[in-house]
């Protein structure tokens, strides 16, 4: 049987769709929904709210940023 430890959100997709592909979107399912940090305030409470908008529960901020997170991230592989 497959190992079903860290799987987290991705486990009401079962047997479809494949591993790569779940584990993918497990990853930017869990980055954009875990608080970042506000550019206005500093304080970690930016919440998203949809695609590409978020607010800031402390000083009541909204503005845009990416769809799924508020920084880039540069992923080098090789």
């Known amino acids: 049987m497959a ?3 860290n799987l987290k ?3 009401r997709f ?3 769709y494949g591993r790569t592909v779940k ?3 497990g990853k930017m399912e869990a980055e954009q929904r875990k608080l970042h ?3 206005y305030c500093n304080k970690v409470a930016v ?3 949809s ?3 978020w607010e800031c529960r402390k000083c009541d901020s909204a503005f845009t940023g990416r769809a799924y997170t508020l920084k880039a991230e540069v992923k080098v592989e090789g």
Request: aromatic share 10%; hydrophobic share 35%.
């Open 3 to 5: 190992d079903t430890q």
């Open 9 to 11: 959100s991705i486990k």
């Open 14 to 16: 079962g047997a479809r």
């Open 23 to 25: 584990w993918n979107f």
């Open 37 to 39: 940090k506000c550019p």
């Open 47 to 49: 919440k998203r709210i």
């Open 51 to 53: 695609a590409g908008i």
